[in-house]
């Protein structure tokens, strides 16, 4: 317990330090997320309409910081990582919070802006930059207990690993859903592996429903890790005999068939004959994107700031990468070597599968539109529990070096931490 309280007090104040130093409006999308909380707050509802809810008081401070976007997309601070601005932000009318000037608020599910609701009015008298502030302590929040989950299923290393990972220290330090989004996924995996450990329990069954309940009310990306969560619970339901392999093998390919024939799901972008690329079939899709993606997603994973313009240095990123490679290779070997391997598949299962819905979903929104919006590695979050568990799994599966290497690991993790923190700091300060 003492360890655990060591390590909560450690993520607090790391992500405390992180969110002083991110200025507004530069952690992912935060604008478009402070909008919709401001939105709910001053109206007092939980729908946010599509057009008219990004507040004067939103937009002038953007247009003061340079994050204003134009009609590409694009602000001062997109591809130009060399741009600096340290105004500061006037006080404005209470009144600008409600006069609307157009659109920017995110749109998502309510549950996150709920539970920023009362941080935000605990400040309602103070400026934008406290109120944003204040709404960032959920993300904190949610960090912390992240933190807490990842120590009650593999430890004090893996806790770190994940904790103090440099892109979920940023996405923590700003006003975003994805946070919850990351700790509820979290909880599920938890009640999977407990099930797997366990036995199909009614008390597991109801905290994974109600997991799944409030994700999907935070964030309907949940629907990708559902086919996982089906695949364990007909693995279990069946005592682990061949249907139930059969059948938890069903749960995750069948899924797949709603992309490639457009079944009706949540969340799936509609194509028609009528869409710009509805003639691009997948393998055309993944020879266009296939090394954006590879290439962009994997630094992305680790640390981008600055509106996507600042990453992680180069020596960081080959040092990381090689570590990486390493643990892939031990985690081949471990797969080979140990004889109780349900954890390790559940966990590249979960991640895996999940990775390949990212790509389907991107894939039929680029056939809907006729362009892509992008997948970042910050998309992989709510695996980051299994994604770190691999990676070390991998990395000591030499039993003899096994407490030096996780000691190297915790440290190195730490530092990288640091280091993401310094260039983050370097960047805007």
Same mark, same amino acid.
């Given at each position: 317990?003492?360890?655990?309280?060591?390590?909560?007090?450690?993520?607090?104040?790391?992500?405390?330090?992180?969110?002083?130093?991110? *200025?507004?409006?530069?952690?992912?999308?935060?604008?478009?997320?402070f909008a919709q909380l401001e939105y709910m707050t001053e109206n007092k509802t939980l729908s946010v309409p599509s057009l008219d809810n990004l507040s004067k008081e939103i937009a002038v401070s953007e247009q003061i910081l340079g994050t204003f976007r134009d009609q590409f997309g694009n602000n001062?601070?997109?591809?130009?990582?060399? &741009? $600096?601005?340290?105004?500061?932000?006037?006080?404005?009318?209470?009144?600008?919070?409600?006069?609307?000037?157009?659109?920017?608020?995110?749109?998502?599910?309510?549950? &996150?802006?709920?539970?920023?609701?009362?941080?935000?009015?605990?400040?309602?008298?103070?400026?934008?930059?406290?109120?944003?502030?204040?709404?960032?302590?959920?993300?904190?929040?949610?960090?912390?207990?992240?933190?807490?989950?990842?120590?009650?299923?593999?430890?004090?290393?893996?806790?770190?690993?994940?904790? =103090?990972?440099?892109?979920?220290?940023?996405?923590?330090?700003?006003?975003?859903?994805?946070?919850?989004?990351?700790?509820?996924?979290?909880?599920?995996?938890?009640?999977?592996?407990?099930?797997?450990?366990?036995?199909?329990?009614?008390? &597991?069954?109801?905290?994974?429903?109600?997991?799944?309940?409030?994700?999907?009310?935070?964030?309907?990306?949940?629907?990708?890790?559902?086919?996982?969560?089906?695949?364990?619970?007909?693995?279990?339901?069946?005592?682990?005999?061949?249907?139930?392999?059969?059948?938890?093998?069903?749960?995750?390919?069948?899924?797949?068939?709603?992309?490639?024939?457009?079944?009706?799901?949540?969340?799936?972008?509609?194509?028609?004959?009528?869409?710009?690329?509805?003639?691009?079939? =997948?393998?055309? &899709?993944?020879?266009?994107?296939? *090394?954006?993606?590879?290439?962009?997603?994997?630094?992305?994973?680790?640390?981008?700031?600055?509106?996507?313009?600042?990453?992680?240095?180069?020596?960081?990123?080959?040092?990381?990468?090689?570590?990486?490679?390493?643990?892939?290779?031990?985690?081949?070997?471990?797969?080979?070597?140990?004889?109780?391997? $349900?954890?390790?598949?559940? =966990?590249?299962?979960?991640?895996?599968?999940?990775?390949?819905?990212?790509?389907?979903?991107?894939?039929?929104?680029?056939?809907?539109?006729?362009?892509?919006?992008?997948?970042?590695?910050?998309?992989?979050?709510?695996?980051?529990? *299994?994604?770190?568990?691999?990676?070390?799994?991998?990395?000591?599966?030499?039993?003899?070096?096994?407490?030096?290497i996780s000691t190297l690991l915790v440290v190195g993790m730490v530092a990288l931490n640091m280091v993401a923190l310094y260039t983050v700091f370097q960047s805007y300060h």
């Open positions: 317990m003492k360890r655990l309280i060591v390590l909560l007090a450690a993520v607090l104040l790391k992500s405390l330090v992180w969110m002083a130093v991110v *200025p507004i409006w530069q952690a992912p999308d935060e604008q478009a997320h001062q601070y997109t591809y130009h990582p060399d &741009y $600096k601005n340290h105004s500061l932000i006037p006080v404005m009318p209470i009144s600008w919070r409600t006069t609307y000037v157009g659109r920017e608020a995110a749109g998502y599910p309510p549950l &996150y802006y709920q539970l920023a609701e009362p941080f935000y009015n605990a400040v309602y008298s103070h400026n934008l930059v406290d109120r944003v502030m204040a709404a960032r302590i959920v993300s904190v929040i949610c960090v912390v207990i992240l933190a807490a989950v990842a120590y009650q299923i593999g430890g004090l290393v893996l806790a770190v690993l994940v904790s =103090f990972q440099p892109m979920i220290s940023f996405v923590a330090a700003g006003v975003h859903p994805d946070n919850l989004l990351n700790l509820l996924c979290s909880l599920a995996i938890w009640m999977c592996l407990l099930i797997l450990k366990n036995g199909l329990r009614w008390k &597991y069954l109801a905290f994974l429903a109600l997991s799944v309940f409030l994700a999907w009310e935070t964030k309907i990306l949940i629907v990708f890790m559902l086919p996982v969560m089906g695949a364990v619970i007909a693995y279990k339901l069946f005592r682990e005999t061949k249907l139930a392999i059969f059948l938890a093998t069903l749960c995750l390919i069948v899924p797949v068939g709603a992309f490639v024939w457009q079944w009706t799901i949540p969340y799936m972008p509609v194509v028609t004959v009528a869409s710009p690329l509805a003639g691009m079939n =997948f393998v055309d &899709y993944m020879k266009f994107r296939g *090394p954006k993606l590879l290439f962009e997603m994997w630094p992305w994973y680790w640390g981008v700031f600055k509106w996507l313009g600042v990453t992680l240095p180069p020596l960081v990123m080959k040092v990381i990468t090689r570590i990486a490679i390493l643990g892939v290779i031990g985690l081949g070997v471990r797969l080979v070597i140990d004889k109780n391997k $349900k954890i390790l598949i559940f =966990f590249i299962l979960a991640s895996s599968s999940y990775l390949l819905y990212l790509v389907l979903w991107d894939w039929r929104l680029m056939q809907a539109i006729g362009f892509s919006q992008g997948l970042q590695g910050r998309y992989l979050f709510p695996n980051i529990i *299994p994604q770190m568990a691999l990676l070390l799994a991998g990395l000591t599966v030499f039993k003899r070096f096994e407490k030096q």
